[in-house]
């Protein structure tokens, strides 16, 4: 069974940081595609950033030089550095996982399988 808990969510100022975690368990994150994804009150969610089995990443324009994606194979654990936030970046930020291998990255949901419960994040002065 497929697990992936999200981790790492707060409040903070605008122009702070923090880190987002998303552990995984029934699942191996060096394996597959795995993405960060965002909800805002009365949004759709959208997608943040995506990393593939061979690293190669994707990100949404309004978090490119602001967001980092990375994994640690490891710890089996998905990660999300996030800088310079604002408060346009308010939201529940849900981990996904892919269910098959596949070099390409993606931001569209229907790529993914599986899902975290989400950490929220707010950006308020």
Do not use: H
């Amino acid at each position: 069974q497929v697990q992936l808990v999200e981790s790492g969510g707060g409040s903070v100022q605008p122009g702070g940081s923090l880190r987002l975690s998303c552990a995984a368990s029934g699942y191996t994150v060096s394996t597959k595609r795995m993405g960060w994804f965002r909800q805002a009150p009365g949004k759709e969610r959208e997608g943040v950033t995506s990393i593939t089995a061979g690293g190669n990443t994707a990100y949404a324009d309004s978090v490119k030089g602001r967001f980092t994606v990375s994994k640690d194979n490891a710890e089996n654990t998905l990660y999300l550095q996030m800088n310079s936030l604002e408060p346009e970046d308010t939201a529940m930020y849900y981990c996904a996982a892919s269910g098959y291998r596949t070099w390409v990255s993606s931001l569209r949901m229907n790529d993914y399988t599986y899902w975290g419960q989400g950490t929220q994040v707010t950006v308020s002065s």
